[in-house]
């Protein structure tokens, strides 16, 4: 089957979602997606990021001396301090050990919590206060209205081998390295385009980082995501557009977020998913 004889969502009047619906649910969605995002220690509760080296460092916002090394990330805590770590009460020196790429520990103080993580090879902090501005003014995220006409059925190709793949970051200067497993293949417009995939959150899901036509001009400029679900045993996979969201990088200036690969710049404009946030103000 070629690219072309894959049909597009609204091709015959039996996939035709009831628009009422296809509405609600996707309100619900994002609805649910900002909610998560304001949440009491959200990515909108960041109020730093703070960069770890070998010589021990004191940061706003944060308790502690702070240091990492080869036995990875340190804290020594004044005479009377303390937080929790995984349900553990911590006072005076506490060594979280070596930090996984990707991965995190949330430390916990008073009604902050602290992320003690590992982005781009480096090791960092983010304090998350539920008071910070960014989060208590935050009133959703623009999206363009949801329309069944951007769900495209695609096709999923499965690399030989995982290429391991570099791309930028939202921060200059870092990068981040993922496996991709293969790429989506689909029809739009009357082109054939692809996007390079990451692995998804859950087994066998997918994800994506693109940017088009409308980025830096409706949508955000650096990168937008979406994710998708496992392909079924054909290859087939669905791509909903109306869900492509920002990552935390479009809101605040606390984050690693990665860039897409220079493949994923698709040459048409996706008129779906969110929109630039108002955080980010007017595109000039």
């Known amino acids: 089957m070629s690219v072309q004889d894959i049909p597009h969502a609204r091709t015959s009047t039996a996939g035709v979602p009831d628009p009422e619906v296809f509405a609600a ?50 804290v020594e805590l004044d005479e009377g301090t303390e937080f929790v770590v995984d ?93 991709a497993p293969g790429r989506v293949v689909f029809h739009l417009d009357g082109q054939e385009l692809s996007l390079t995939a990451f ?9 994506v980082l693109f940017t088009d036509e409308t980025s830096g001009v409706t949508t955000y400029a650096a990168n937008r995501h979406l994710g998708l679900s496992a392909p079924g045993p054909d290859g087939t996979v669905r791509l909903d557009f109306n869900r492509a969201t920002n990552l935390p990088c479009a809101y605040t200036d606390f984050a690693t977020c990665p860039l897409p690969p220079a493949e994923n710049r698709l040459p048409v404009a996706i008129e779906a998913g969110e929109k630039i946030p108002r955080e980010r103000g007017p595109v000039s």
Do not use: M
Request: proline share 9%; aromatic share 10%; charged share 25%.
């Open 25 to 74: 649910e996707w309100e619900e969605w994002h609805r649910g997606k900002d909610a998560r995002l304001a949440s009491e220690h959200g990515f909108l509760a960041v109020t730093g990021l703070h960069w770890l080296s070998e010589e021990p460092q004191v940061f706003p916002g944060v308790p502690g001396t702070w240091s990492t090394g080869p036995d990875g990330v340190a």
């Open 87 to 179: 349900g553990v009460v911590v006072r005076a020196r506490h060594l979280f050990g070596v930090i996984p790429e990707r991965d995190g520990v949330d430390v916990v103080w008073g009604d902050t919590v602290i992320e003690v993580a590992k982005r781009g090879g480096h090791d960092i902090l983010r304090p998350r206060h539920p008071d910070h501005a960014l989060r208590v003014a935050f009133t959703g995220t623009p999206a363009y209205a949801p329309d069944p006409d951007w769900v495209v059925t695609g096709r999923y190709e499965a690399f030989p081998e995982p290429r391991p793949t570099t791309v930028g970051a939202s921060v200059e200067g870092l990068r981040h390295v993922y496996d």
């Open 199 to 207: 692995n998804g959150q859950e087994p066998g899901a997918l994800t």
